[in-house]
């Protein structure tokens, strides 16, 4: 085989390896992305069925309904235009409540209903990390300090 053909046979080798790199970071990817939609969009059915997604917006006022079992959770979500009923099973978190904001990833059933495998409470728009507070409150003292 010539020099050529050799470089040629290795350009494509590689060419192939790259190919199909992409095509596995591609394809594991596509498996974990998870897409957002809000009640209405899930009512006006733009929301994939048998595929996992997001639901977000407000847990209803007097939705919240346990089951006999302790563990079955009853809800419904809503953008105060639409409502989608959501069943979890498993502990919900501690900002979970009744009229706040939450987002919840499931699927939605033949039956118009949601099944969520997992449930997040949104902080309000006023919270802010420890951290971040700190921060904050020193940058104040710092500004308090210079004036005087």
Known sequence: MKPRSKRLVLVAGAVALLVGAVALVLSAFQQNLVFFHTPTEVAEGKAPTGRTFRIGGLVEQGSVKRSEDGVTVQFAITDTAKVIPVTYKGAL???????????????????GKFTASEVLAKHDENYMPPEAQHAVDQAHKTAQTVKQ
């Open 93 to 111: 978190p501690d900002l979970f409540k009744e009229g706040k904001g939450a987002v919840v990833q499931g699927v939605m059933g033949p039956d």
